[in-house]
């Protein structure tokens, strides 16, 4: 048989596909998952402290309010529950096909289809969504020898908790949003604990707190007031939309608050100076936490800046010759955002890659579509992802013109794609935006791909993406019937 639509990931962006997908009317669907479970990263990154750094009102569906929120920050594991919550609510699970990890999806020019190849067969569709995540695949550090480190060597995002860190010698190579998370946890229970700093972060006082059952009992009864909130944090977070894309000079407010709590929090100048980044806030992620900091009074943590030279069977070495020893090395060293593996699985008419439109080499359009890749879409595709807000409201955005697109396609028994007219005139004028934003004073991170470009994050207020994507122009595309 083949399918309407083949989505792709069950994470929050192949669930919110699902559900504009039955609500629009659109049958004979289904979503191929990996993994034998739904959630995404928010199921793979299981490490101690996990947690979002976007409030729970907000990174959550609009038209999935959960009132029960313990935290207004939380963690790992209830913003999971929530998935699994939204999944039952929304009768999704009969409509994955888990454990069918997709290797191949090309376009067959000769039936206007696409053609997918899983670990458990082949499927075809006629129109395909990407719903893989942008945070999907772990990226070791590329690190001379670190084949030979006889101990165990893990990645945030892959944590195994059968292993026990209690008394053990542990090294975190990186200073992202996971290490901040992560470190302040095993702090207490490791023996001793080096961290392996390359760059510092901007580290902001977190706001998060408990929800008092007061307010979850209003939430539920007046589901008014929970939007409301959720309208709040939204127009808050828009205003640093001036500072990260409209005057970078702004931030310079916002680097003494993160220089006054690193202040507040570590005494000694030396490591203050060694934690205290030189780049402009908002470069990189910008990260928030109340017991980073305080990790590093701890008599069993050390900061390390010395530059890693290689990983030895015993340990870290650093460039002035100091062996680290270890007996566990993690790596929170982040994902392949860029150059997201997804990319060389995706075959358009000519076979030629996803990956060259996606790496910011060809055009594409309104970050979802892409000429030569007829009948398919992509969530989190190029320049849709967020420094400032909540990747979830990228995501709606984006189903509505998807959803939109889709039927058109179908009722028509049409082939859709954007014309190359339409997509190099968004990418041209969204990179013209780029230069003046915080992402381009002069940082390594990971929005930008190797040549430098930032193919990642969206330079615009959210709402702009918004209007941008309520409609499907029809004169933007090349229509086949
Ligand atoms: O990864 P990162 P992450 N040698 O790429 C360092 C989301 N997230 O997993 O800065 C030495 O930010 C690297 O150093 P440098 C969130 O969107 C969200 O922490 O490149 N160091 C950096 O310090 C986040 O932004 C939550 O110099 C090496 C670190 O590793 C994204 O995930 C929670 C190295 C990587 O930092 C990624 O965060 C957690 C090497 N060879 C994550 N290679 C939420 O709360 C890399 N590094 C939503």
Known sequence: MVLNVAVIGSGFGGLGTAIRLKAAGVGNFALFERADDIGGT??????????????????????????????????????????HDVATTHNLRGLIKFNHDVTDISFDVSTNLWHLTTSEGEFQARTVVIAAGGLAEPRMPDIEGIGTFTGPIMHTAKWDHSLDLTGKRVGVIGTGASAIQVVPQIAPIVGSLAVFQRTPSWVMPHLGHDVRRRSMRLFKTLPLAQRLVRALGYWQRELLVL???????????????????????????????????????????????????????????????????????????????????????????????????????????NGEQLGEAFRGEAANYKGTMFPNFPNFFMLGGPNTALGHSSIIFMHESQLHYIVKAIKFALLRGARIEPSAQAAQKWTKELQEKLPGTVWGTGCASWYLNEQGKNTTIWPDFTFKFRQETKLFDESDHEITV
């Not at 907000?58 to 209830?78: D, V």
């Open 42 to 83: 928010w199921r793979d990154n299981t490490y101690p402290g996990c947690r979002c750094d976007v409030s729970s009102n907000l990174y959550s569906f609009s038209f999935a309010p959960n009132p029960r929120w313990s935290n207004t920050y939380s963690y790992q594991p209830e913003i999971l529950a929530y998935l």
């Open 243 to 349: 500072g990260f894309v409209k005057n970078p000079q702004r931030m310079t407010k916002g680097e003494q608050m993160s220089r006054d709590h690193l202040a507040r929090q570590i005494e000694d100048p030396n490591l203050r100076e060694r934690l205290t980044p030189s780049y402009r806030l908002g470069c990189k992620r910008v990260l928030i936490s109340n017991d980073y900091y305080p990790a590093f009074n701890r008599d069993n943590v050390t900061l390390i800046t010395d530059a890693i030279e290689r990983i030895e069977p015993h340990g870290i070495r650093t460039k002035d010759d100091t062996l680290h020893e270890l007996d566990v090395i993690i790596a929170a060293t982040g994902f392949y955002v860029t150059d997201n593996p997804i990319g060389q699985k995706v075959h358009g008419v």
